[in-house]
């Protein structure tokens, strides 16, 4: 494909996420969108089958948004606690957007599930990745006091605290709500609940 092609691709996406956003997935259609461009429906389909692979492309895009962003704050040269502040911060101002965007399809998410699973499921192997390169970098900086043995499932654990936030996000609109408690709950993160650690003979 032309940079010229590539080019009006995106604005394609660009053009359709608008139309997705305010009608929601079932009423869209592709007459809708080509009109948009001010082209005919024929143009769309040199570059897209159907409708499902317009809403694919840009749930792709969007997670290449993200994920190049979140690469962005991981290469911050930071000590570990200002970067997983950093990173889980960035992180949770994406789910808003994204929630943001979601709305529109709250009604209809079975319908379009298939075709976002494919995209969270290689989204959530790169959290878990982009976790443990933290983590690692903290453990190797002495700066974090887990084990190398358990860098997985600590990863695991920090990337479902944050998945589980995602809820009252998408369904609640509670976003500026924990936006202005979140440094609480990352003090909890980063030291516990306890005033002391436990005596580990006890």
């Not at 965007?101 to 319908?111: G, N, P, R």
Request: no cysteine; aromatic share 14%; charged share 35%.
């Amino acid at each position: 494909m032309t940079y010229r092609g590539k080019k009006f691709r995106q604005e394609i996406i660009k053009v359709a996420r608008e139309i997705f956003r305010k009608y929601g997935y079932s009423k869209t259609t592709m007459e809708q969108i080509a009109k948009a461009l001010n082209k005919g429906k024929s143009t769309l389909y040199y570059y897209f089958k159907s409708k499902e692979d317009i809403y694919a492309a840009l749930i792709e895009d969007e997670a290449n948004r993200i994920q190049n962003g979140l690469l962005q704050v991981i290469n911050r040269k930071t000590d570990t606690r200002a970067l997983l502040r950093a990173y889980i911060m960035k992180r949770m101002d994406y789910s808003n957007r994204v929630a943001g965007f979601y709305d529109s399809v709250k009604d209809e998410y079975l319908e379009v599930y298939h075709i976002i699973d494919k995209y969270r499921r290689r989204y959530d192997e790169f959290e878990i990745m982009a976790l443990k390169n933290i983590l690692l970098r903290g453990i190797q900086n002495g700066e974090v006091r887990i084990k190398l043995e358990d860098l997985d499932p600590v990863a695991y654990g920090i990337a479902s605290a944050i998945k589980g936030l995602e809820i009252p996000f998408f369904i609640e609109s509670k976003y500026a709500y924990f936006k202005e408690r979140m440094n609480v709950l990352l003090d909890l993160l980063f030291y516990g609940i306890l005033t002391e650690r436990p005596d580990e003979t006890e």
